[in-house]
């Protein structure tokens, strides 16, 4: 029972170039959630799958694109990577009603 | 909307010490509170949670208490140690089944114990 990885753990990009974030989860977890955390800003929210088929936007969507792609896998896309994009990225779950387990993280720098 | 305030960090203490985060939310509907707890280079572990107004949540020495006439969900210990240094998160649920169990975080609090 691995919880929830995230690939890759490190990535640098230049501005502009785009890439995916992988998150997978292995609890039969309905709900999924991208975050981006920031220094003295907490845990934001990016985007959210409640369940299987459908996404929503969270706190700050704007230059992120999200796939759930079944119900263990949900990714995150830049599609123009920008340097206020730096940051590290975590995915969670959870069933509706309770507490979400976390991923790892990915540290993104953007040059 | 939905808001989380932490206590200014960081906080710095001597092994055997008392420690207390505050945490004060405010929240439209009847959530669930949390604690999250960072280790660096980690993601967030769940510490302890509260489901609704004068429940106790408690883990390792940690507690927390859901109070709804103060809208707050404070922390405590009564002794850290050293292992203890880590980022703690207050986090507020507003479940619902269209939305799953979204998360509204503090700031986030920098614990540094020293021996």
């Known amino acids: 029972n691995a919880g929830v990885t995230q690939t890759p753990k490190f990535q640098v990009l230049k501005t502009g170039q785009s890439m995916t974030l992988q998150c997978a989860q292995d609890m039969n977890h309905n709900s999924m959630y991208w975050y981006r955390q920031d220094p003295g800003m907490g845990l934001r929210l990016i985007y959210y799958?409640?369940?299987?088929?459908?996404?929503d936007k969270g706190e700050v969507p704007n230059g992120y694109n999200v796939s759930r792609l079944n119900k263990r896998e949900f990714s995150l896309r830049l599609e123009s990577a920008a340097p206020s994009q730096t940051s590290v990225y975590f995915c969670?779950?959870?069933?509706?009603?309770?507490?979400?387990?976390f991923g790892p993280g990915t540290r993104l720098t953007v040059t | 909307g939905d808001s989380v305030t932490q206590m200014e960090g960081p906080v710095t203490l001597s092994e055997e010490a008392f420690l207390t985060i505050n945490c004060t939310y405010t929240a439209t509907g009847y959530p669930s509170l949390f604690w999250y707890v960072q280790y660096p280079g980690e993601g967030l572990q769940l510490l302890l949670k509260a489901t609704k107004a004068d429940d106790k949540g408690s883990n390792k020495g940690f507690e927390a208490t859901y109070r709804k006439e103060t809208t707050s969900f404070h922390l405590e210990k009564g002794s850290v140690q050293v292992s203890d240094s880590a980022v703690y998160f207050c986090?507020?649920?507003?479940?619902?089944?269209?939305?799953?169990?979204?998360?509204?975080f503090g700031e986030g609090t920098q614990l540094t114990v020293n021996p």
């Open positions: 986090a507020l649920s507003d479940a619902a089944e269209t939305s799953g169990s979204r998360l509204t």
């Open positions: 969670a779950s959870s069933h509706v009603w309770l507490e979400q387990y």
């Open positions: 799958s409640a369940s299987e088929g459908t996404t």
